[in-house]
């Protein structure tokens, strides 16, 4: 039996789109007319803003910005608000929320503790039913109508009176430090030639860095949801010894496969939640019908999720479309609309019960990929949005110009403007999309040509470089040995050995990466993918002490 490879490919497929900016104005001055703004709560020096971020009728999302008007530091802030029947707060960022019935109490991140004067933070929520104004809301102890706060900023203990909250589910294993997201895709034919398993997460002291598992990829067959390879995913049975927890699948087992190894490791780590995800490089041409008909797309989606066999496995949805109204293994001419469309369907049916993410182009070029679609409307109903900034050069184009893949930034001699990651981000920032709900996105991995000369990038090349499972390929845990850096540029890595050239990133370039990333405000990173790490995890390690 053959098995297809599927994988991120170019952000930027080999044809531009059509830049559709009378579209796009249109749908950015609906958005601007739709934003709805509470009055500030004040409370001495502290007030809070709830700005409805999106309505769709059967839930909404809400941007909650607290700021410091006062003259001195504010060190910790607890935020307490009501809201009205019908409406239940399902999923939040960049705050520790809890809850009790209707009321609910949100405390700074202790990496967003301190608040100097005329500073803000913005944290938000998605939540059930029409947009409605909370009530009952106080901060750090005193009504949210006004007045002073008699003691420090820190909050008051809540009254005996009132009811304790009862916790979120919080992660049992070590969480990701500062609140950031760090999440990893794991494939599904991974199990095949990587022999790589659920287990080896957890081996690699992986399981207890990420907070989210991005399983890839599920099929758009019809534009439906559909399964990619049954086998692999819950019909393979496993030793003892491959199995997470050591126990072995027995032949008349309910489920198997990845889909049980994996609510194995989400046993064993309870904070750690996995997101099933559509589409990718090869399988993203039955967006186009999905887009025809979202309700049918998400109605689709929504049993497949819930499927009875794997009931509670999957913590939400992500969607890889490659790419909306422009051309990646296919073309797509569905529109600028589509993509929200899209993400719109499924927030309906779904509501705040699962989390909604989204990878996307990261072509931060003028007129490029992120200007054909309504990325910023489908980003309001989006837990979080994830631009693959890595594949932007390669031996796709096999005589060159050498280039890293995935440069953090410009610079001098870069093939093609717009193609980093600043310029991909800044772009979608621009668009109106809040920066901590972008994440940064890493390549566990390198591509590289032959037949190169220069050691310096912007050499000439013959071809792909070989790799192990594919050419122009090859997993960091190989090239750190087999072709050791030889300088940076961008951001990023790239080495000189015989006559193959790689660019790749390192523990170092990452530490770099993620230091800007927390610099911007950005929400976490994530990466493709987990095989392509070292045994001991030296890559996904960096990632997580990076975002401390």
Known sequence: MAFIRHSHHSPTGRRRPVLITTALAAVAALLAALAVTQPAFAAGSISATFTSAGDWGTGHQVNVKVTNSGTTPVNGWTLEFDLPAGNALGSSWDADVTRAGNHYTAKNKGWAA??????????????????????????????????TPTTSPTPTPTPTTTPTPTPTPTPTTTPQPGGKKLVGYFTEWGVYGRNYHAKNVATSGSASKLTHILYAFGNTTGGKCSIGDAYAAYDKAYTAADSVDGVADTW?????????????????????????????????????????????FADSCYQLLNDPRWA??????????????????TCDSSGPAAFNNVITALRSKFGSSKLITAAITA????????????????????????????DYFG????????????????????????????????KLIGKGIPANKILLGVGFYGRGWTGVTQTAPGG?????????????????????????????????????????????????TLAGKTSWAKNKGLGGAFFWELSGDTANGELISALSNGLK
Not at 136 to 142: D, F, L, Y
Not at 368 to 386: E, S
């Open 312 to 329: 509670g496995l999957f913590d939400g949805i992500d969607i890889d479309w490659e790419y909306p109204n422009a051309c990646g293994l």
């Open 252 to 296: 008349d087992q309910p489920l198997r496969g990845n889909f049980n190894q994996l609510k194995k490791l989400k046993a064993m780590n309870p904070g750690l939640k996995v997101i099933w995800s559509f589409g990718g490089w090869t399988w993203s041409s039955g967006f186009t019908q999905a887009a025809a008909n979202p309700t049918a």
């Open 114 to 147: 301190t608040l100097t004067p005329g500073a803000s933070f913005t944290w938000g929520y998605v939540a059930t039913g029409p947009f409605a104004s909370p009530t009952a809301c106080s901060i750090n102890g005193v009504a949210c109508a006004g007045g």
């Open 363 to 390: 072509d931060g070029s003028s007129g490029g990929k992120i200007d054909a679609a309504d990325y910023a409307g489908g980003a309001q109903k989006l837990d979080w949005i994830m631009p693959m900034s890595y």
């Open 460 to 508: 000439s090349a013959t071809g792909a470089a070989p790799g192990t499972y594919e050419a122009g390929i090859e997993d960091y845990k190989v090239l750190k040995t087999k072709c050791p850096v030889t300088g940076t540029v961008g951001g990023t890595a790239y080495a000189k050995c015989g006559s193959e050239w790689w660019g790749y990133d390192t523990p170092s």
């Open 395 to 426: 031996a796709f184009n096999p005589t060159g110009p050498t280039a890293p893949h995935s440069p953090l930034t410009s610079y001098a001699g870069i093939p093609q403007a717009g193609f980093n990651t600043e310029a991909a981000v800044d």
